[in-house]
Nanobody
Framework: QVQLVESGGGLVQAGGSLRLSCAAS????????MGWFRQAPGKERELVAG????????YYPDSVKGRFTISRDNAKNTAYLQMYSLKPEDTAVYYC???????????????????WGQGTQVTVSS
């Protein structure tokens, strides 16, 4: 079992930046892919960034490509989501998640992530 704790959310003006962190404990962090999801009120949860367990592969949907960057520091058991050029439509609760299986690529669906953090609110004002 792994515990994931997000931090770094907050209120930012449109065009601003935020960096989210996800600290993991309780299981071998480096063996699992990590993902960042978000969910806005009334909308489905969506994957906004994923990184392979090796850190060499990343995934972004078109909605955030070029603005968000996912990274990981396996020595610190921490994943990050750097967000630039934030837009009001980026407002959501952001969750980090760890893949259910070790040593896999980047899962694209929430069902393939077995551990989730509690979420951190990101609000972008216009």
């Amino acid at each position: 079992q792994v515990q994931l704790v997000e931090s770094g959310g907050g209120l930012v003006q449109a065009g601003g930046s935020l960096r989210l962190s996800c600290a993991a404990s309780g299981r071998t962090f480096r063996m699992y892919a990590m993902g960042w999801f978000r969910q806005a009120p009334g909308k489905e949860r969506e994957l906004v960034a994923g990184i392979s367990w090796t850190g060499t592969n990343t995934y972004y949907p078109d909605s955030v490509k070029g603005r968000f960057t996912i990274s990981r520091d396996n020595a610190k058991n921490t994943a990050y989501l750097q967000m630039y050029s934030l837009k009001p439509e980026d407002t959501a609760v952001y969750y980090c998640a760890q893949s259910t299986l070790p040593g896999v690529g980047i899962p694209k669906t929430g069902g393939d992530y077995g551990s989730w953090g509690q979420g951190t609110q990101v609000t972008v004002s216009s």
